[in-house]
């Protein structure tokens, strides 16, 4: 028989994962999106349950080919952002963490029509110039939760994709918004032109609130998810000691 190493070190632990990129319809047949898959969110949900742990995961347009089939692993389906705060703040109230891996749109827009928008009026074969889109600001899900902690002690993550530019290297980036958003973690994935999105190797730095340095991981999804459980772990132990 073969030696098993399995880790448990999440047993008896609920937690929770948002993964994939939310969708804000215009109407019923278009919507404004983003490119998120979900992988990284569905690693972090398989990681957890392989770690012993009971998983919610909020899955924002995660094709369901990508979805685990781990009996551990609960799914909710959404697809906007209001749907994505209310599922994952329902799971909250009873969970030991909060993952939140999901790409969120920080804008939707202001209106829904009812009907598909047409391209001109009924009646006008005239090509008047479109409309512009006017958007809202959506709810900053992670800050509330951090703001909020649903369950007393729980811990709440966050995961934040960064490229650098004019103003700093992506981690002063990911400094900032870590001493921004309250959360007691965040995963800075440093992105560039080869790097964080689909197949390709990721580089991620772990900050807590105070923007320090916690723990570095590099290499694939599943890689990077180990690396953060074992993170969040550290931090519940502390917590409950
Ligand atoms: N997030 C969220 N709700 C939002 C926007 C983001 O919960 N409305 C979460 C994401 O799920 C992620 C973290 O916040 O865990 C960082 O998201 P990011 O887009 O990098 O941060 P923003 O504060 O939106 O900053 P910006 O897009 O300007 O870089
Ligand atoms: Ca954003």
Request: aromatic content about 2%.
């Amino acid at each position: 028989t073969e030696a098993r190493t399995a880790r448990t070190d999440l047993a008896g632990r609920h937690v929770v994962v948002s993964a994939g990129g939310t969708r804000e319809p215009l109407d019923p047949v278009r919507f404004l999106g983003n490119r998120s898959s979900g992988r990284q969110g569905v690693a972090l949900a398989e990681s957890a349950a392989r770690r012993g742990a009971r998983v919610t995961l909020v899955a924002a347009n995660v094709a369901d080919s990508l979805l685990p089939e781990d009996p551990a692993v609960t799914v909710h389906r959404v697809e906007t952002t209001l749907e994505l705060r209310e599922a994952v703040r329902a799971a909250a109230a009873g969970a030991d963490a909060v993952v939140m891996a999901a790409a969120v749109a920080d804008f939707r827009p202001a209106g829904r029509s009812e009907h598909k928008i047409k391209k001109a009026p009924a009646g006008d074969g005239s090509t008047a110039e479109p409309e512009p889109i006017r958007l809202t600001t959506n709810p900053d899900i992670l800050a509330e939760l951090a703001a909020d902690r649903l369950r007393p002690g729980q811990l709440v993550v966050g995961f934040a994709a960064e490229t650098g530019d004019g103003t700093g290297d992506a981690l002063s980036h990911g400094r900032d918004k870590a001493r921004r958003k309250g959360a007691d973690l965040l995963a800075v994935n440093q992105v560039g032109a080869t790097q964080g999105f689909g197949d390709v190797p990721n580089d991620v730095t772990v900050l807590d609130r105070a923007g320090e340095v916690v723990a570095r991981a590099a290499g694939t999804k599943t890689e990077v998810a180990d690396a953060l459980w074992t993170s969040v772990v550290e931090r519940l132990r502390q917590a409950s000691t």
